[in-house]
């Protein structure tokens, strides 16, 4: 099997509305709007996600860690109520619908973003509010996976998933290197005097995601049309958006979901999207706090280094596809969460090397009973680096170097992306020929959950404790979710084979 393959060379056990060929084109091409449109929701995600925290204490200097915790955290909740609402209203109406409104939300939150250094006060309350109604427009990725999982037959799902989250994977990638390349732009920028508009390194990527999110609308409108297929392949009735009494429910439908599995799933699911939250919020504040960098630097270094993951997360994609057809999609699910540990475990602080303390140069054996004053930099025009005094940890806990930080993105980044595919993919084969909707809505749900308590965690506990009780706690979570996985191993199978109606093949 080639390593690149395209989704339209998957086995396809065709049905008899596929003779012509036109509905398998059609559909397909509706497949790959979604995969746009998920891509399009990763850059406009991670185009300013590096960018946050600078632009937090720009606008207000006396924000704290914890308070970009909330800031990050407000994306997902803003996702998570919003998520099942979309889900559901895909199931009774044309997905067009749900897909237009979230996206016009997203594209009015971005411009909102772009403004919230206008107001005479509260900047910090608008900035939150503009990323909740950015994470409302990001609901329709229930609508996305939904579409995708009844748009394919059992055959194609996992290269299909495999496929949508490389999209999201390249979004990603994007998003970071444009964050990175516009903050050439800097803090100054230039000014827009007739709508008040301040362009610069903050603002430029939300006006940039806006205008992405519009071309995703018009795509939405002018090429895609409702496509649903069974676990054979075989054409069915769209059911997202038509009365019970006018539909027959095919065979393959009949059966009931194993519910304990899916709520399983869904606690699989908060732990892998939890500890990427935590990972993607702490980058920012770890890395200016342990090798020193500037807010300008921290955003363009870590943006470089985000998209060197999200590359990494596209091969791992393309490896995955081939992968799970010889050895089954649950063993890389596990493999994935052990990978995801290891990174954690090899960034824990050890050694008897301290942080550069902010704004003093203080000896290696200096107690941390010792207050001292902060000492302004001569040149008070120069932006004070190092590991804030006011956290007490930065006197106590060694320094975590540079090696370990590349060594925990390099097995994050691989460990991260193949359990996220693969959540999605046994999920909806759980789910089976069931409309999935709701079900995505509530998954997506659960990771926004995740994202939400994440940031909020990581930042008060990173903050107020540091990064070494920090770290051991994901440590035990991802142990925990290793247990459970475990435990659950033998019932993750899909509808089709839990009822005997398909083989499994794998034997994973």
């Known amino acids: 099997m080639s390593l690149v393959e395209s989704d339209e060379n998957t086995p396809l056990l065709r049905g008899d509305i596929t003779s012509g060929g036109d509905a398998d084109r059609s559909r397909w091409r509706s497949i790959r709007v979604m995969y746009f449109t998920m891509f399009l929701s990763s850059v406009g995600f991670t185009i300013v996600i590096t960018s946050i925290w600078p632009y937090l204490k720009k606008i207000d200097e006396s924000a704290d860690a914890s308070f970009l915790g909330w800031v990050v955290a407000a994306y997902s909740l803003g996702q998570m109520v919003a998520s099942p609402l979309f889900g559901l209203w895909s199931n009774h109406r044309p997905r067009r619908e749900p897909l237009i409104c979230s996206i016009f939300i997203n594209v009015s939150a971005n411009i909102y973003y772009a403004y919230v250094y206008l107001p005479p006060s509260h900047k910090t309350i608008h900035m939150l509010l503009a990323r909740t109604f950015v994470g409302i427009g990001a609901g329709n990725v229930a609508v ?12 194609e799902r996992t290269s299909a998933m495999a496929n949508m989250s490389a999209c999201q994977a390249l979004g990603f990638i994007l998003g970071t290197a444009l964050q990175a390349a516009l903050s050439f732009i800097g803090e100054t920028g ?33 090429v895609l049309r409702e496509h649903c297929v069974d676990d054979h392949g075989n054409y069915i009735r769209a059911i997202n958006y038509t009365s019970e009494e006018q539909v027959d429910v095919a065979p393959e439908a009949e059966g009931d979901i194993d519910q304990i599995t899916v709520f399983a799933s869904n606690v699989l699911f908060f732990v892998i999207l939890f500890i990427f939250a935590v990972f993607e919020t702490i980058s920012t504040p770890l890395s200016m706090d342990m090798f020193a960098w500037t807010r300008k630097e921290a955003v363009l270094y870590n943006g470089i280094i985000l998209a060197a993951i999200g590359f990494e997360s596209i091969l791992v994609f393309v490896v995955v596809k081939v992968v799970s057809a010889r050895v089954g999609d649950r063993p890389l699910l596990l493999g994935g969460l052990i990978l995801i540990f290891a990174g954690f475990f090899i960034l824990l602080p050890w050694g008897n090397q301290y942080p550069k303390i902010q704004w003093a140069d203080i000896q290696n054996n200096t107690m941390p009973a010792i207050r001292l004053a902060p000492t302004p930099p001569s040149n008070t025009s120069l932006e004070p680096t190092g590991c804030p005094y006011e956290q007490a940890w930065c006197l106590f806990t060694p320094v975590i170097h540079l090696a370990q930080y590349i060594t925990s993105d390099i097995l994050i980044g691989v460990g991260y992306p193949t359990c996220n595919v693969m959540s999605y993919t046994l999920y909806s084969k759980i789910l089976g020929p069931k409309p999935q909707g709701v079900y995505m809505g ?14 909020v965690f990581v930042s008060h506990v990173y903050t107020i404790l540091g990064p070494r009780w920090a770290f051991t706690v994901i440590c035990g979570i991802v142990l925990a979710a290793i247990v459970l996985l475990s435990a659950m ?11 005997g109606r398909i083989e499994d093949e794998c034997h994973d």
Not at 144 to 155: D, E, I, Q
């Open 144 to 155: 996305v996976r939904s579409y995708v999982a009844g748009a394919t037959s059992l055959k």
């Open 190 to 222: 230039v000014s827009v005097n007739v709508i008040q508009l301040q362009v610069n390194m903050y603002t430029a990527p939300a006006l940039l995601a806006a205008c992405l999110g519009i071309i995703n609308i018009l795509l939405v409108i002018l």
């Open 442 to 455: 509530w998954l997506t749900a659960s990771g926004s959950g995740a994202r939400t308590l994440g940031p």
């Open 489 to 499: 191993y033998k019932r993750l199978v899909a509808f089709s084979i839990r009822h």
